[in-house]
């Protein structure tokens, strides 16, 4: 079989554990640096450049979005009922959102003698959309409504005998979600400026949506796949920093595009691994797969650790910001197993009367 027949769409699929992981990664090595200073002490021009690469991860998010957006295709191709197919999508993450940011919560509460209606509202999630304030958790109040909308989004998309193309849906979709970051722009600019890092980001899930139906289906990767994806990382990297396009109110929307480049530039740098004899490349191959199988639990309790090492005043240095990587995994590991064995036991319990017993699934997509 030829390079190019195996160069298919179906490629993130395939490695999406593997991109998972390193997208993860990418976003924790940029809160250290944007949060925490690692690197600001490096005055070495050439270890400078890795540690200016490491601040572009935020598209990371993105890649994160595109894929969900892919993934739950594949979700509602098993034909679930509509409970089981919500039930699967959310209870492992909240799980993992309530053990990780309840604690924090908690401690923050008592910290601060906080008012018992602020931890309402943390702990329902809803803060974020109803003051615009930003803990950590806006990527699950993003995340649950989209998964929640997902089967109207799939029915617009692909609904059977639909005369026009499907990416004229996808268009009128994205072209939606940009006219509600329009709207909300020009309604209120405080609140938008707090919730912007969501509603941005609208636009990226619909368009792995769309590509859910030529990812399942194994579909033949064309020179324009690949050439918009390399095109899609160069842009981003590029006008990212031009400020004559950050005084744009549309200029982030460089970031949707970006989700669909870097996925699949992802894809092909650990196919490439995979059919490589180097043991090394390999190996990173796996460490990557590994730290995919949770990548939510990793985003969420680094966060969270980085929220509490501030709080509690806990010095932060180029070494120690290392060390709370390596916890933040370890600990993410073993919550994700935590959170893996709580949701297998709901649904068990929720699906007990049903014929097809309920299977683990990840918890992002």
Same mark, same amino acid.
């Given at each position: 079989?030829?390079?190019?027949?195996?160069?298919?769409?179906?490629?993130?699929?395939?490695y999406r554990s593997e991109i998972y992981g390193i997208a993860a990664l990418w976003i924790v090595f940029l809160h250290e640096i944007s949060f925490q200073g690692l690197g600001d002490n490096i005055s070495n021009r050439f270890l400078r450049l890795p540690i200016q690469l490491l601040r572009e991860g935020d598209v990371g998010v993105d890649v994160f979005l595109f894929l969900s957006g892919v993934?739950?295709?594949?979700?509602?191709?098993?034909?679930?009922?509509?409970?089981?197919?919500?039930l699967r999508r959310l209870d492992r993450v909240l799980i993992a959102v309530f053990i990780i940011y309840g604690t924090r919560w908690i401690i923050q509460a008592v910290y601060y003698r906080q008012d018992w209606h602020l931890l309402a509202m943390e702990f329902s999630l809803t803060q974020f959309w109803l003051i615009g304030r930003n803990d950590g958790t806006w990527y699950i109040s993003l995340l649950i409504p989209l998964y929640i909308l997902y089967p109207s989004i799939h029915g617009i998309l692909f609904a059977k005998n639909r005369r026009l193309w499907i990416g004229s849906w996808a268009v009128v979709l994205i072209g939606f979600s940009i006219l509600l970051y329009s709207l909300v722009h020009y309604a209120n600019l405080d609140y938008f400026n707090d919730v912007e890092n969501a509603l941005r980001r609208i636009p990226t899930f619909l368009l792995g949506c769309a590509f859910g139906k030529a990812v399942y289906e194994k579909r033949k990767g064309s020179a324009l796949l690949w050439g918009a994806a390399v095109v899609s990382c160069i842009g981003y990297l590029v006008f990212k920093h031009y400020s004559t396009l950050q005084g744009n109110t549309y200029w982030?929307?460089? =970031?949707?595009?970006?989700g669909l480049g870097f996925s699949y530039m992802f894809a092909l740098i650990f196919y490439l691994f995979d059919i490589s004899n180097c043991k090394l490349l390999r190996g990173l191959s796996m460490f990557f797969n590994f730290l995919g199988e949770f990548s939510l639990e990793l985003y969420l309790i680094h966060l969270a650790l980085i929220t509490i090492t501030n709080l509690f005043g806990i010095p932060s240095t180029n070494s120690a910001a290392l060390i709370w990587i390596v916890i933040s995994i370890v600990g993410a590991w073993g919550i994700s197993k935590v959170a893996a064995h709580l949701s297998n036991k709901i649904e068990q319990v929720a699906f007990a009367n049903e014929t097809d017993s309920p299977? =683990?699934?990840?918890c992002i997509g």
């Open positions: 079989m030829r390079l190019n027949d195996r160069l298919n769409f179906f490629l993130v699929s395939r993934s739950l295709y594949f979700a509602l191709a098993k034909k679930p009922t509509m409970g089981r197919y919500i982030r929307l460089i =970031y949707v595009p970006a299977s =683990y699934t990840s």
